[in-house]
Structure formats: structure tokens, C-alpha cells
């Protein structure tokens, strides 16, 4: 721990040096808010943990929630929340490099390097280490203000498996169309359906699919259309992982239609049975990564 002090005492020590033991749990945390190959992201440092913010066209915000506690090491030393900018495909592609399938890689991460830079480097290697840098801009301002406000006493949410969630987004797709999203609380049911060239509609019904619905309150009716594209995005890079751990996903109707869309992605070493597991097979909070989306509706429609 002498090292740690000597930092501590450095003016020029980094804002942040942390060491996570599943490098392929972060890469599928990132992953999961690549819609496209061109996106720029914000990191926001914190002593809580990292946060990394992506958005488009000012309809559709992600964010990945990395807490402190899913690194084995995070020793935070800076005044305020540094921010900066990076290319997430970048990010990611990096991040993959140090991954080894069937082993748990540790890589340590530190920022900021000489000229601003994000420095990565593997601490465990069986072999050789691997050591990368990647270029950071400043980052430019969210566009837009995702605050989320509830729409009443009672919270318009339901919980869905999430591969049930995906496979209903990918059935619905039609060129340009939209999707509408209707809750209703008597008989209980979400109801999606898309407008295209023709029309479908898929319905959870809370009793009648309690496996897949395993969740919903609503008191009163609504429904919001939200642009197809951005809905996909929600579940088009979902991690195998989380389908097989047979997760569920959380959706929100906020103030507005705004919708919340939220996953849980496990970052504990695959390797070893981790203490964190329960009997049941959950993993425990403080191993896993939290995805938020936020979208956007196209329009208000009566309920």
C-alpha cells in the first residue's frame, strides 16, 4: 500500500486508477448501447464509479452505470467529476483486446496519461502484457435534459424477461414505422404494436404470461408511439449473457411518455463461482452494471 500513499502525496497523480477482474463483462456492459459503429460517449469519473453517457438526435440517451464496486481496485483522486470525451467503438475495441475467452483477464485502467489520454494495461497476463492508449477529446454537452419525473402516485412500469423484450422489439420491425406502447390495468396487459405497410400487435397479459410479464402497476390507461429505430436500439446488443441467466428488464413510462428502459448486465468472474451468487442464482448488486435508456415519444396520444 506504500504505492498508494506515494500517489496520494503527488500533485500529478491521476484522477483514477482502477483494476477490473472481468474485462468481458465491461465489454458486454459497453456493448449493449452500440447501436451503430460511429458513436462518440462521455465518461464521467466519480468516487462512485464511472458512468458512460451516449445519445442521438437529441430522442435517445443511454447509460451505463459501472460502480465502484465492481472493481477489485478504485482509487479516485480527483476534485469534482472530470468528464471527457471518447469514440465508444474505439472504447470497446480495445477493451476486447485484453479479453481471453475462457479466462478472466484483470486490466487496469487509468486516466488521465501525459497528454489526456485513457491508459489501459493488463496485470495479469500469463505471457506477455498488453498495453493501449486511447486519445480523448473534451467532451461536447449533453444535448438534453433526461431529468425523469413519475406521471403519478403509481409508477406506469412493468418487468419483462428480456429475451422475451427483445424478441417482441425484433418481430415488430417495419421500414420508418413506429411502435406503439399501451399499458392498461384492467385485464393487466402491455400492448405493442407497430404501424408499417400492415399492422401487429403483441400483448403480455400479467396473468395469463407471468413467466414473461413478471412484473407491472398501472392505474390508469396510456400509450406513446416511439420511433422504431430508437426502440431496437433499447435491445439490439443485448449480451448473450443476460439472455441466458434468463434476466428481466424493467420498462417506465415517465412524465411526457418519456420512456426508461433499464438492463442488468453481470461483470463477476467467470472463472469461479463468485461469493456474490446467491442459491437462488442472482447476482448481488454490487456485481453488475446497470444500463439505462431513455427515449423519447414521437407524439402524446389520449389515453
Sequence with gaps: MEESEGMAMDSDAPDLVCQLDNVQGMVDALTAVRWKRQQDAVIELSEHGIVLIVEETNCLQAKVYL????????????????????????????????????????????????????LLKSVDSLDSGIYAEIRTRIPETISWDYNFEPTGSTPLTFTVKTAALKEAVDDLEW???????????????????????GDLQIDFMYYANADLLMAFH???????????KFLRATTSNIPGSVVRENRGSKLTIGRGGLLKVQHLVSVARTSTAHPHVDSAGYQQPSRIAYIEFFVKPEEDEDS
Aim: proline letters at 9%.
Design 218 to 228: 398501472c392505474d390508469h390507461q396510456v400509450s406513446y408511439r416511439y420511433k422504431y
Design 175 to 197: 421500414p420508418g414505422a413506429s411502435i406503439q406502447i399501451t399499458l392498461q390495468p384492467s385485464p393487466p396487459c402491455v400492448t405493442f404494436r407497430s404501424d408499417g405497410h
Design 67 to 118: 460502480q465502484r464496486e465492481l472493481f477489485i481496485r478504485y482509487e479516485y483522486g480527483a476534485q469534482g467529476r472530470p468528464r471527457f470525451g471518447v469514440s465508444l467503438g474505439l472504447f470497446v475495441d480495445c477493451l476486447n483486446t485484453f479479453s481471453v475467452p475462457g479466462h478472466s483477464s484483470t486490466i487496469e485502467i487509468r486516466y488521465p496519461g501525459p497528454d489526456m489520454q485513457l
